[in-house]
C-alpha cells in the first residue's frame, strides 16, 4: 500500500470539508472495497478519512415529505443491522434477501449501505495493474473486450468498457425504486434516484456514479409500496455461496385486487445484476407484463423480449438464455411468496 | 551441460547465497557435487532473479525487529503517517502507535505476538483472519488497525473462558472443534472458531441469512439447520476440507445435543 494520511471526521459536515480539500482524498466506511482495492493499487488515495464513526446510521420510517410512509436507511448503516432490521425484514425483504445474498457474515458487518453502493467492478482487468484497462487507467484500452469476458456485461456496454457492476443490495434498491440522499460541501442535500445514480460507461468509464467528489451519501430512502408479500431476489451464481453474481433478479409484483380473485398484475418491477453496468431495469419485460395475468406463458413473453435487446461478448452469450431463465424464475417465485 | 566430476567448489558470491538461505547445509553443499548441480540449475533457470528475491526476503525476516509486546511505543519516529490507537485486546488495554497502512491483523500478529490469526488471502476472501470486534466478527486484513480506536477485540487467544491459568475452561465451540476433528492442518481453524462463535450470537439475536425461509418473520432466535450453518460459515474456507466436522462441531453447540462423529470423508 502506498502512503497516506488518516483521519477520523467526528460530524458529517467536517468530513466532507477535509474531503472536499483534497481531490486525491477518499472517504472510508467499512473498507471492504477501497482497502482491497488499495492493496492491489488500483486505488490510489493520499488520504483517508474514516466516516465510520459520525452515526448516519438509523433505520426509520419516514413521516414527512415525498417518501412519507417509506423508510430512511443511513448511509452508514452497517449491512447486516439493514438486512435485519424489523421494518426492512417485514416491508421490504425483497432487500433484506439481496443484502444476504451478497458476501460473507463477516463482510456484512463491516460493509456500510453506503459504501455498498459505491463499490468497484469486480472486472479481473481491472483489479490487475499490468493490465489495460480504461475504467482504472483512461485512455490505455480494455483487456476484457477481446479478452476472458464471462462475467462481463451484455447490456449497455461500450467499446470502452464492458464491465459489470456488482452489488447485490443495488439492483434490489432499483426494483424498489429508491432515492440516494447526498450532501456536499456547500452544506446542499440532494437526491439522486436509483435510476440515475450509476452510469453507463459510455466513453468515461472511470465515472461509475454521478455523485461528484466530496459528496457524502447520508441516506437512502425506500418509497412505501406493496411489494412485500410478493418479491423474490434470485442470485446465479459459479458458488452455491459467497461469490458474485453472474446473474441476479429482484423481481416484485402487485395484483390488482380490484379486479377480483383474478390473476392480473398491477404492477411489476423487474431489475438485474451481473448484465450491465449499472442495475439493469427490465423496463420493456415491466411494460408487457402490466395488466396482464401472471402466467409462466406471460413471464416467458416478457423476459424473451427484454433478453432479445443483449448485445452478448465472445464469451458470455450463456448469459442471455440463462437471463430469460432467471427472470421467468424470480417472477414466479415472487408469484408464490418466495417459493417455487 | 555440466559434468559429472566437476569439483564441488563454490564461488565466494554462491557461499554466501547459500549460507543466507539455508545454513545449515552449507557444510554438504561444499562437500558433494549434486548440490553444486542442482544449485546450478536453480541459477540458471531462474536467471538468479528467484534466489536474489529469496535471498533478500531472508535478509528481511532475520533483521527485522522483534515484535514488542506490551505498551512501549514502536520507533515512532521511523513511521511516515503514525496514527496512535488504544483499543483492548482479549480483556487487556493496548495503546500503540501504528504506520497508518498497518491492518488489525498485522498488528494482532507482528506487534502484539498475538498470531493466532491467520493470514491467508490478506484480501477478505477467506476468513482466516476472522476476529470479533465489539461483539462482531469481522475480517482483520480488511481493518485498519487505526480505525480500531476505542474498541474490543477479541482473538482466538481470547476465546476460552475465564482464560487465568488453572480455571482455563475451552470455549464450547473450541471443545466440540476437538470432538469432531474440525480440522486438518489447523490453519483455518482460529478464524473458523472466531467466526463460529459470533455466529452462533446472531443466529440467537434472530439474524438471517440467505437461505431463511421466512425472511419476514418477527427476529427470534433461529434454530439452524445443517444448511443454514453451511451459509452462515461460507466466509471461512477452508483448504483441507475439513467442513462436515466443523459444521457437526458447530450444530452440537448450536443444538445442545450430541452429534454423530463422522469419520468418512465427503
Ligand atoms: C470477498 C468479497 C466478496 C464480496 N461479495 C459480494 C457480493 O457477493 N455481493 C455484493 O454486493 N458485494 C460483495 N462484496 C462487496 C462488499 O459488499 C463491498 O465491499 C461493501 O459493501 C463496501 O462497503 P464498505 O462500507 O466496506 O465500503 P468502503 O470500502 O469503505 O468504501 C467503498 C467506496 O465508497 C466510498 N464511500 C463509502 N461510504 C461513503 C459515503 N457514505 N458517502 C460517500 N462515499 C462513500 C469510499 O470512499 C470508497 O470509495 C464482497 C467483498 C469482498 C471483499
Ligand atoms: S471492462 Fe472496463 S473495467 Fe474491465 S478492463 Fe475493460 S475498461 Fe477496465
Ligand atoms: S486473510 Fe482476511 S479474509 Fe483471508
Ligand atoms: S484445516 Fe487446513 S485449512 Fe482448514
Known amino acids: 500500500m502506498r502512503p497516506f494520511t488518516y483521519s477520523r471526521a467526528k460530524d458529517p459536515s467536517s468530513a466532507i470539508k477535509m474531503l472536499a480539500q483534497n481531490p486525491n482524498a477518499k472517504f472510508l466506511a467499512g473498507g471492504t472495497n477501497l482497502l482491497d482495492l488499495m492493496k492491489e493499487d488500483v486505488e490510489r488515495p493520499d488520504a483517508l478519512i474514516d466516516i465510520s464513526e459520525l452515526g448516519l446510521s438509523d433505520i426509520n420510517l419516514i413521516s414527512a415529505g415525498t417518501n412519507q410512509g417509506g423508510i430512511s436507511l443511513g448511509g ?17 425483504p425483497l432487500l433484506t434477501q439481496a443484502i444476504l445474498a451478497g458476501a460473507s457474515g463477516q463482510l456484512r458487518n463491516m460493509a ?165 453496468h449499472k442495475p439493469w431495469r427490465a423496463l420493456k419485460a415491466e411494460q408487457m407484463l402490466v395488466g396482464k395475468e401472471a402466467t409462466e406463458a406471460n413471464f416467458n413473453l416478457a423476459a424473451s423480449a427484454e433478453m432479445a435487446d443483449a448485445r452478448p461478448l465472445e464469451h458470455n452469450a450463456f448469459k442471455v438464455e440463462l437471463g430469460k431463465r432467471s427472470i421467468v424464475l424470480a417472477l414466479k417465485m415472487a408469484f408464490n411468496g418466495g417459493k417455487a | 551441460m555440466i559434468d559429472e566430476n566437476e569439483s564441488p567448489e563454490l564461488t565466494e558470491d554462491e557461499k554466501r547465497l547459500f549460507a543466507d538461505l539455508m545454513p545449515e547445509d552449507l557444510n554438504e553443499i561444499l562437500d558433494t557435487g549434486v548440490n553444486r548441480r542442482h544449485f546450478l540449475k536453480l541459477i540458471t533457470m531462474a536467471g538468479g532473479g528467484v534466489l536474489a528475491a529469496q535471498s533478500a526476503v531472508a535478509e528481511q525476516l532475520m533483521t527485522r525487529p522483534f515484535a514488542e509486546t506490551g505498551t512501549a511505543e514502536f520507533a515512532p519516529d521511523s513511521l511516515d503517517n503514525g496514527v496512535s490507537v488504544s483499543f483492548k485486546v482479549n480483556g487487556t488495554a493496548r495503546k500503540l502507535t501504528v ?72 470455549h464450547p465451540v473450541q471443545e466440540a472443534f476437538l470432538k469432531h476433528d474440525g480440522f ?83
Open chain 2, 99 to 170: 504506520d497508518s497502512r498497518m491492518t488489525l491483523l498485522d498488528t494482532l500478529r507482528e506487534r502484539l505476538d498475538l498470531t493466532g490469526s491467520k493470514k491467508g488471502c490478506d484480501h477478505g476472501q477467506c476468513g482466516a483472519c476472522t476476529v470479533i470486534v465489539n461483539g462482531q466478527r469481522i475480517l482483520s486484513c480488511l481493518t485498519l488497525a487505526a480505525s480500531c480506536e476505542g474498541k474490543t477485540v477479541q482473538t482466538i487467544e481470547g476465546i476460552a473462558q475465564g482464560s487465568t491459568g488453572a480455571t482455563t475452561r475451552l
Open chain 1, 76 to 92: 452508514l448503516s452497517k449491512n447486516t443491522a439493514t438486512a435485519n432490521h424489523p421494518l426492512v425484514r417485514q416491508n421490504y
Open chain 1, 112 to 276: 456500510t449501505n453506503g459504501g455498498n453502493l459505491l463499490q468497484r467492478t469486480r472486472c479481473p482487468y481491472f483489479y490487475e495493474v499490468a493490465m489495460p484497462c480504461n475504467k482504472r487507467e483512461p485512455g490505455t484500452g480494455c483487456g476484457a473486450k477481446e479478452g476472458i469476458n464471462r462475467m462481463h456485461a451484455i447490456f449497455g456496454w461500450s467499446e470502452q468498457c464492458v464491465a459489470v457492476y456488482p452489488s447485490d443490495m443495488a439492483i434490489a434498491l432499483a426494483a424498489l425504486d429508491a432515492v440516494v440522499k447526498v450532501r456536499s460541501a456547500s452544506g446542499q442535500e440532494r437526491s439522486i434516484s436509483m435510476a440515475d445514480f450509476h452510469r453507463l460507461p459510455g466513453d468515461q468509464p472511470e465515472k461509475d456514479t454521478n455523485l461528484a467528489h466530496g459528496e457524502l451519501i447520508t441516506a437512502i430512502e425506500l418509497p412505501k409500496n406493496r411489494f412485500a408479500d410478493k418479491s423474490y431476489y434470485l442470485k446465479v451464481r459459479d458458488r452455491a455461496s459467497y461469490a458474485f453474481a453472474l446473474i441476479s433478479v429482484a423481481a416484485a409484483l402487485e395484483m390488482d385486487q380490484a379486479n377480483g380473485p383474478g390473476n392480473r398484475i398491477k404492477q411489476v418491477r423487474i431489475a438485474m445484476g451481473g448484465v450491465a
Open chain 2, 184 to 266: 486438518q492442518c489447523g490453519f483455518c481453524t482460529p478464524g473458523q472458531i472466531c467466526s463460529a462463535v459470533a455466529m452462533l450470537d446472531e443466529a440467537k439475536k434472530g439474524h438471517l441469512s440467505y437461505v431463511s425461509e421466512n425472511v419476514r418473520q418477527p427476529a427470534a432466535p433461529a434454530k439452524l439447520s445443517n444448511e443454514e450453518i453451511r451459509e452462515r460459515m461460507s466466509g471461512n474456507i477452508c483448504r483441507c476440507g475439513a467442513y462436515p466436522n466443523i459444521v457437526a462441531a458447530i450444530q452440537e453447540v448450536h443444538s445442545g445435543k450430541p452429534v454423530e462423529q463422522i469419520f468418512r470423508s465427503v
